[in-house]
Structures are given as C-alpha cells and as structure tokens.
C-alpha cells in the first residue's frame, strides 16, 4: 500500500507540483504537506464511519461523576476521533442517552460499550478509496500555501467533495445495517399507533 510520501506525492500531481523525494525533506513543498497532513487525516476520518478505521472498546468509568444532567462519565480510547455508537445505540438518533463532552464521554447507564471511528496514522491500513478522498482534501489545504489560483483551488475542493462521497458509499456498502428492534412502549411503537408524546 501507499507510504506518506506517495500519498503526499498523490496530492501534489492534482494542482501540479513536482514531486518530492521524502516527506520529511527541508523543502517548503514537504513543510507545507506536513503541515497540513494531521488536521485532514482527522478530518477525513471523522467525516464518515470508515470501516477499516472502526474499533470496538469497553470504557473505564471515571471516579467522579458529571456536576449534572449525567449519571456517569467514562475515559474515551486516546486513538478516539468520532463516536459511532454506545451500548448499541447509534450516535445522533433522538433519544440517545449518552454524550461526548470535554474529552470523556458521559451515559445515564451504568457501562458503557462502545463502536468508535479511531485515528489510523500507518497509510499501509488506509482503504484505496480513502486514500484518494485524502489526497484530494490534503491538495486543497497545501494548494493554497504554494500559491494557487483561487479557480484551480476551488476545483479541487469539488473534487475532494465528490470523492469522498463516492468513497462513503462504497465503504458503507460493505456494512451490514445494524438493525435493533423496537421495544413494546417505546416511542416507535407509540407512533404506530397513532401517538406522538410530543404533540398528543
């Protein structure tokens, strides 16, 4: 698979540049890459919930409990970047009983099992797809800091856009949809019958 280099090399041949010979070379072409390359690894990554960067952890619960609105609170992973899910319940649905806040993550439930999206640095680990989304996304943050028209720069944003859609899709189908039923009185099953608690 690609090393840091390639893929640097990658993201240069989209605007141009020539390439470089070691991304840890002296040059404003590598220190401009290596400035960049942290803050869109982490920003491509947390963009979806890639499976080769997906890990599965059982929390340690933190000795003080949160000031409020929380019963418990639990230390994240140190590769955590995006949660996913928490005691099979998946981040962002409307009765999540949980929360990432201040570094730690914060439950009313007494443990906490959780599937994560984790930092991978080794490019070896990186999907093909990811890969190309990445290279694109590291042109449009380096392009700008070697000069290049504001046109070329807002083409290569599209094009970052465009493969990272195209790269989720093709992870996501991958997956087996994680289906968990509804439990008798929930609010599913009040809504079926025709009853929504926040309206009557």
Same mark, same amino acid.
């Given at each position: 698979?690609? =090393? /840091?280099?390639?893929?640097?090399?990658?993201?240069?041949? #989209?605007?141009?540049?020539? /390439?470089? *010979?070691?991304? *840890?070379?002296?040059?404003?072409?590598?220190?401009?890459?290596? *400035?960049?390359?942290?803050?869109?690894?982490?920003? $491509?990554?947390?963009? #979806?919930?890639?499976?080769?960067?997906?890990?599965?952890?059982?929390?340690?619960?933190?000795?003080?409990?949160?000031?409020?609105?929380?019963?418990?609170?639990?230390?994240?992973? %140190?590769?955590?970047? +995006?949660? $996913?899910?928490?005691?099979?319940?998946?981040?962002?649905?409307?009765?999540?009983? !949980?929360?990432?806040?201040?570094?730690?993550?914060?439950? /009313?439930?007494? +443990?906490?099992?959780?599937?994560? $999206?984790? &930092?991978?640095?080794?490019?070896?680990?990186?999907?093909?797809?990811? $890969?190309?989304? !990445?290279?694109?996304?590291?042109?449009?943050?380096?392009?700008?800091?070697?000069?290049? %028209?504001?046109? +070329?720069?807002?083409?290569?944003?599209?094009?970052? &856009?465009?493969?990272?859609? %195209?790269?989720?899709? =093709?992870?996501?189908?991958? =997956?087996?949809?994680?289906? &968990?039923?509804?439990?008798?009185? =929930? &609010?599913? #099953?009040?809504?079926?019958?025709?009853?929504?608690?926040?309206?009557?």
């Amino acid at each position: 698979m690609a =090393s /840091r280099t390639a893929v640097a090399n990658l993201a240069l041949g #989209h605007f141009g540049q020539y /390439r470089i *010979d070691d991304i *840890d070379e002296r040059t404003p072409t590598a220190e401009a890459v290596r *400035d960049c390359w942290d803050i869109c690894q982490d920003s $491509v990554l947390r963009a #979806h919930h890639w499976n080769f960067a997906t890990a599965i952890a059982v929390l340690t619960q933190l000795a003080t409990a949160p000031v409020f609105g929380w019963t418990y609170q639990w230390t994240l992973p %140190s590769d955590f970047l +995006k949660l $996913v899910s928490c005691n099979d319940v998946f981040s962002g649905v409307r009765d999540t009983e !949980f929360t990432v806040r201040g570094g730690v993550l914060c439950t /009313r439930e007494n +443990k906490a099992q959780i599937e994560y $999206v984790k &930092r991978i640095t080794a490019c070896e680990l990186w999907d093909p797809q990811f $890969v190309e989304a !990445f290279a694109l996304k590291l042109a449009e943050m380096v392009a700008p800091r070697l000069s290049l %028209s504001g046109g +070329k720069a807002a083409d290569l944003a599209d094009r970052a &856009r465009r493969a990272g859609a %195209s790269a989720a899709h =093709s992870d996501a189908i991958d =997956s087996r949809p994680h289906v &968990r039923r509804a439990e008798d009185g =929930s &609010r599913y #099953h009040q809504a079926i019958r025709g009853w929504d608690p926040d309206i009557g």
